[in-house]
């Protein structure tokens, strides 16, 4: 099955800032999915990535918020912009495979 | 609006018994379902998939479907102390190809 690097693993940050989330496929994926995670909750799809067209995004998640690039079949990015306390949560990239669907190691993300 | 149900427990069972955990889904198109376990501060890693009506074995575990009844099981036998995590049933959406996750079971294994 695929591996996934996804950096950073952790980050705090700011109110008011944004920060880029990047996730690295060691094989050619057709899709991406990005989701979160909020605290003691399950996941939650943001939106598919699926490369050379706009992604798609999930009821209450819009682009100016959580802007994605799938520049090509092995990288993707999920930008959190103009954060909140609000978007405290962990961030995750998934593929899928053969075997099922694959996650990367997560992005816990908290906004003081 | 297509939903995965569980019941979030938490459920406890001591060292060595079967532990039994339950989902259920609303779109009955539904063909792939999964069972992931998360483990506190980690991402979900698979345990089985099962597409087709029955039992399927691996090891210690079973993952159980019934589409008729639209319900999906995970039974882990001989259970450990290390099998205490948070169990996750989900089921892929035919829109996007995507995940639609349940809140998750947490278990306990008491040894």
């Known amino acids: 099955s695929a591996v996934i690097s996804q950096k950073p693993s952790r980050d705090i940050c700011q109110r008011g800032t944004s920060l880029t989330i990047q996730c690295q496929v060691d094989s050619q994926v057709t899709m991406m999915f990005w989701y979160r995670q909020q605290p003691g909750q399950s996941l939650t799809l943001i939106a598919t990535?699926?490369?050379?067209?706009?992604?798609?995004?999930e009821s209450g998640f819009v682009i100016d918020k959580f802007p994605i690039s799938r520049p090509n079949l092995t990288f993707s990015t999920l930008t959190v912009s103009n954060m909140s306390p609000e978007d405290s949560s962990i961030y995750l990239c998934?593929?899928?495979?053969?075997?099922?669907?694959?996650f990367g190691s997560g992005t816990r993300l908290t906004v003081v | 609006q297509k939903e995965v149900e569980q019941n979030s427990g938490p459920l406890s069972v001591p060292e060595g018994a079967i532990a039994s955990l339950n989902c259920t889904y609303s779109d009955r198109g539904s063909q792939s379902f999964f069972w992931y376990r998360q483990y506190s501060g980690k991402s979900p890693e698979l345990i089985m998939f099962i597409y087709s009506n029955g039992d399927k074995e691996d090891g210690r575990f079973t993952a159980q479907l019934n589409k008729a009844s639209q319900y999906v099981s995970l039974l882990i036998r001989d259970s450990q102390p290390s099998d205490s995590a948070t169990y996750l049933c989900?089921?892929?959406?035919?829109?996007?190809?995507?995940?639609?996750f349940g809140k998750g079971t947490k278990l306990s294994v008491k040894p």
């Open positions: 989900a089921v892929r959406s035919g829109s996007q190809g995507n995940l639609i």
């Open positions: 998934s593929v899928q495979g053969y075997y099922g669907y694959t």
């Open positions: 990535a699926n490369q050379g067209s706009e992604a798609t995004y």
